[in-house]
């Protein structure tokens, strides 16, 4: 397991994961996001009529979420968010080179 770092536009939070999903993070992040979101019929639950089309409503614990139902055998978790810090320079020096992606 290793540790990455999630968002969607909110305070950054430090998972760890999978090694797989760690050095492979953006791959892992755009399948979640750009395909399975709209053509699974397990992510039903996150699309919304937005208007005229279909759009999705989700986040970084949605796809946590995903990685622990369908991808991985062993279980993702939530290590800690980090309060009030929405930019990865601010982050403490430890956790800056870490695999990072914001939905």
Known sequence: MKHVLLSADSEISLYSVPDEVADNLRQYCCEFCCNWLYQSPNAAKYRVKMGDVIGVCYNEK?????????????????????????????????????????F
């Open 62 to 102: 949605d796809f946590i979420d995903y990685l622990n139902q369908y991808i991985c055998k062993e279980a993702s978790t939530l290590i800690t968010t980090f309060e009030n810090v929405y930019d990865t320079n601010k982050l403490p020096k430890e956790y800056i080179t870490l695999p990072y992606f914001n």
